[in-house]
């Protein structure tokens, strides 16, 4: 019964997910991605400006999800104007919750970061029976992301902060049970309700279309019959694979590598630690924190002169109850395990012996003292056993050496030879590529690969240099490792259609527009005879409507059946379905819900209460926005009009 209330709540979760994590978008190698200031700013949160490429990047990247999420997506909603304003919202909100952020205070410690990662179960699933995380894995993972390691968790630091900012807010909502009740009571009730269609093809032989009127249709409808610049392109890719490829290996060049990077091929060194917490967070009050590191200095004395006492101490004294009852064992971890703490790492490894002892640790969450229990060295496995491996790693190292200096090598003929790519292509051995139908200003249509819509790729292919003058580009990056020059081989400037181009769906769209008018002035007429005689009109069967039970009635008609005044009944009105038609509409009753039983009343009230806290956490965004001297220069775009459905 209450599903569709439950799924109300699962898509709340998920704005407010929407509202406090971070996209995570990333551009290009460095060197060749650049987005310089003087690029038009199209919003600007607390000084900080958000320019058109950062706007156009985001979008692409936001369109590349929705279509590895939904192959089948339609290319034209990508590109829709709702779309790519949504994309410009998240990029604005983004900035407000790390303005936010950074105005408080707000400082996400190594501890929360290490927390947040053992937790996440795709990093938990990286690890090894012994609870070791694979470095090699988490940053394999990390890079078909696009992302580093000191990437992504920076971006784990941002998206917390961004979680204390709305978090506070979220549990603010509160609802007493009888204002839930009356709430809850009319959102679950139904109406019983019949309803007559007037279709526009009924009354399409009616409309007379004139050539003035399709003329002047046209005309107030321009706008829309605007088509973007379009090329055709032909372009080389230089990729990081390519240069592998051409690297040449000699079996003393591996095992001289192999000499060399011994210490990195194996397992690396481990170290088992045990640990003591006295609790004192930076913003306690001064004279508490003062105590708690006397009470550490004290500790750390008494282990000083029996360190074999270490566990027995840790036990009795040590506040990370995660770790105290096992004498503050750690377990064995590698320097880069991120699930230890940073302080707690760089003094394990920084010990020399077994049994020593850390001085005391002034870390953001308190005093530790950490004792060195145990050692294990790196292990190098056997030359040919790694051999693949080492091949290449070898080839993906030279191909980075060289891949900045070939790019720019590229650059170099493109600038020299601008009126043609050959010489790049036969220098380099890469194929010639092409690819038709790219757009400027728009998501890229399927056709296109995706690296090509790439925002400094589009504006570079779209100067009037190399549109018009079918001149070379500059090297641009599109993806990480991935450098494109491209040029037109054909291209078509922005235009109109012209009337005698879209004369056929202009019409039909007109002829619809004009027959759905017909159908809701007949509709108005046919009320005032269904309010003096309702069994003159044909109605369908009575059928019974909620918000979780519409069944195959028209959207429009079950939200007109729920807004109609009940006082006087049956209730008669016209319903617009816009180019569907109109519908003259009769409710016949009002059936009140069916009493829940008290677990599911007592859960009808909570998601209500969460109703009251998203409204809570919206107004406190607003207010952020309004803090943050939030300015968004683009129009927020109307719906697509059935304009641009029939002129596909």
């Known amino acids: ?58 979008n692409r990247q936001a369109a590349m999800r929705l279509r590895a ?32 952020a950074r105005n408080a205070h707000l400082i996400v410690g190594n501890a929360q970061v290490a927390t947040y990662l053992s ?27 696009n992302m580093t390691p000191e990437m992504f968790e920076a971006g784990v630091r941002q998206q917390l902060s961004a979680q204390q900012v709305m978090l506070g807010v979220v549990g603010s909502g509160f609802a007493v049970p009888a204002q839930a009740d009356v709430t809850l ?49 032909e372009y080389v890719e230089l990729t990081l694979d390519a240069l592998k490829a051409s690297v040449t290996v000699s079996e003393a060049d591996l095992k001289t590598y192999y000499e060399s990077n011994k210490a990195s091929l194996g397992e690396a060194e481990q170290r088992r630690a045990s640990h003591i917490l006295i609790e004192a967070p930076k913003d306690m009050p001064a004279d508490e924190r003062a ?61 020399k012996n077994k049994g020593d002892i850390s001085a005391v640790i002034d870390a953001d969450f308190g005093f530790d003292i950490v004792q060195l229990t145990d050692i294990k060295p790196s292990e190098a496995p056997a030359f040919e056993t790694v051999r693949a491996k080492l091949e290449d790693q070898y080839r993906t190292e030279q191909a980075q050496k060289t891949f900045t200096s070939t790019a720019d090598e590229m650059g170099k003929l493109a600038f020299e030879q601008r009126d043609s790519l050959k010489p790049i292509a036969d220098a380099f051995k890469l194929p010639i590529k092409t690819a038709a139908g790219l757009v400027h200003d728009r998501v890229q249509p399927p056709q296109v690969p995706q690296a090509l819509g790439n925002a400094e ?19 641009v990056a599109v993806a990480p490792s991935t450098v494109v020059v491209a040029r037109v081989s054909k291209y078509v400037a922005a235009h109109t259609e012209s009337l005698a181009d879209v004369q056929e769906p202009l019409k039909k769209l007109y002829v619809t527009e004009q027959s759905a008018k017909l159908a809701q002035e007949a509709a108005k007429v046919q009320l005032e005879a269904a309010r003096k005689s309702p069994q003159s009109l044909a109605w369908l069967p009575a059928v019974d409507v909620a918000r979780d039970k519409a069944g195959e009635v028209p959207t429009p008609i079950v939200e007109a059946a729920l807004r109609a005044s009940t006082r006087q009944l049956p209730a008669f009105s016209v319903v617009d379905l816009g180019p569907q038609g109109s519908a003259i509409l009769r409710v016949n009753k009002v059936t009140a819900p069916e009493v829940l039983p008290a677990e599911a009343q007592k859960q009808a009230e909570q998601q209500y209460a969460m109703g009251w806290s998203r409204a809570e956490m919206d107004a406190y965004y607003n207010m952020l926005k309004d803090r943050f001297k939030v300015k968004i220069h683009e129009a927020d775009p109307k719906k697509q009009t059935a304009l641009t459905n029939a002129n596909k």
């Open 185 to 233: 009571n009319a959102f679950r009730q139904a109406r019983n309700i019949q309803y007559v269609l007037l279709k526009p093809e009924e009354y399409a032989a009616k409309v007379d279309v004139k050539p003035t009127d399709l003329e002047a249709y046209y005309k107030k409808n321009e706008a829309m019959f605007k088509r973007p610049e379009s090329a055709d392109i």
């Open 1 to 58: 019964m209450f599903d569709l209330f439950r799924n109300h709540t699962k898509i709340l979760m998920g704005l407010l997910v929407l509202l406090i994590v971070p996209s995570f978008v990333f551009f290009g190698i460095e060197g060749y991605t650049q987005f310089n200031d003087k690029q038009k700013a199209v919003a600007v949160v607390d000084g900080h400006k958000i320019n058109q490429l950062e706007w156009d990047e985001a």
């Open 119 to 145: 937790q996440d179960p795709t990093i938990a699933s990286l690890r090894g029976a012994d609870g070791k995380l694979n470095m090699e894995a988490y940053a394999q993972m990390l890079a078909r992301q």
């Open 457 to 475: 790729l589009i504006s570079a292919i779209f100067a009037d240099d190399v549109a018009r003058n079918k001149g070379n580009t500059q090297p």
């Open 69 to 100: 999420q939904n192959p089948d997506v339609d290319p034209a909603l990508l590109d829709s104007p709702e779309i790519k304003y949504a994309t410009l919202e998240q990029l604005v909100r983004e900035q407000v919750l790390a303005a936010a």
């Open 291 to 351: 105590k708690a590191r006397a009470k550490a200095d004290a500790i750390h004395a008494e282990l000083l002169k029996n360190p074999a006492s270490f566990g027995d101490v840790a036990k009795r004294e040590s506040q990370d109850a995660a770790s105290a009852e096992q004498g503050g064992d750690l377990g064995f971890f590698s320097a880069q395990n991120a699930a230890v703490v940073d302080d707690i790492s760089k003094a394990a490894f920084a010990l």
